[in-house]
């Protein structure tokens, strides 16, 4: 099931042609994107995940429509998709540069899709994960700001390289781990850990994608009396915690229950509370 939108409204059909073959997000990746879960027609985050796409395309030195625009084609997708069958959709927002060697108009769409039975499974039984490594320093975003280290870009084929990596080693996912050893980001998610009552999340200067799922669930934390830090920690502490969550827009609050082929701690009651707090925001 597909519902496609073009940035003025209109609904177009999914399975016909729609970009160039030399548009820029097809021949280099050039562009941006992002991906938000929307339930019973109400989206989640929407105003962060725009904030994180404005971002990435100052980041680009790229021409992105205004918000508006971004807003009416989302809302058609969610105004034209199968609520009665299908009560979630993941809402994809993407922005390329244009065509090559032309003058800069941004290519745009909004795309909703189902949400896969794959996705489901991770949510209800958790994931096991390797951890792989990143191949850059923690301080590197602020030393090389042309890596485009934390925007969310169409470039995705290490992110992906990395999951058929996870595959290949019998794991559901990744943690990406720095040079120093430090935990970073998952490919398509945040990292979240439990210590005691505190909730701890790697800080995005280390090059990692500003989480919207992670922001959110540390807002209900707080609310709650939990103490919520943003800092480096070693991949080490995977094993050590009382428990460790993948944080993603459409898996939502993910538990891992295995790290590079060994079990961790896996406390139903604590991971009952913790999707309960990123629940109650909505």
């Known amino acids: 099931m597909r519902v496609l939108a073009l940035l003025d409204g209109t609904i177009v059909d999914p399975e016909a042609p729609l970009l160039r073959a030399d548009d820029l997000s097809v021949v280099r990746g050039d562009g941006i994107f992002e991906t938000i879960l929307v339930v019973d027609r109400e989206p989640r985050e929407l105003g962060p995940h725009l904030d994180r796409l404005e971002r990435s395309a100052r980041m680009m030195e790229m021409t992105l429509p205004e918000r508006g625009a971004w807003e009416r084609a989302a809302r058609a997708v969610i105004d034209n998709w199968p609520w009665d069958t299908d009560p979630e959709l993941a809402l994809k927002l993407v922005c390329s540069r244009g065509i090559d060697d032309g003058d800069g108009t941004p290519t745009g769409f909004a ?3 189902q949400v896969g039975p794959e996705t489901i499974r991770k949510r209800r039984d958790g994931v096991a994960v390797v951890t792989l490594e990143r191949g850059y320093a923690p301080d590197l975003m602020e030393r090389a700001p042309w890596l485009l280290l934390s925007a969310k870009t169409l470039s995705y084929a290490v992110n992906m390289a990395a999951l058929r990596e996870a595959r290949s080693r019998g794991a559901d996912e990744v943690v990406f781990v720095a040079t120093d050893g430090t935990a970073l980001e998952g490919p398509t998610s945040n990292v979240v850990l439990a210590k005691g009552r505190t909730l701890i ?6 090059g990692i994608l500003p989480g919207t799922t992670q922001g959110a669930l540390f807002r209900a934390a ?7 830090r943003v800092e480096n920690f070693p991949a080490e502490e995977l094993l050590n915690s009382d428990g460790v969550w993948l944080a993603s827009s459409v898996r939502k609050i993910t538990r891992i229950h295995t790290v ?3 079990g961790i701690k896996v406390n139903d009651e604590l991971h009952d509370e913790i999707t309960g707090l990123y629940e109650s925001n909505y």
Do not use: I, V, Y
């Open 111 to 113: 795309m909703g899709m």
């Open 201 to 206: 999340t790697t800080p995005p200067n280390t």
């Open 222 to 228: 707080e609310k709650a009396g939990w103490e919520t």
């Open 260 to 262: 590079d082929g060994t």
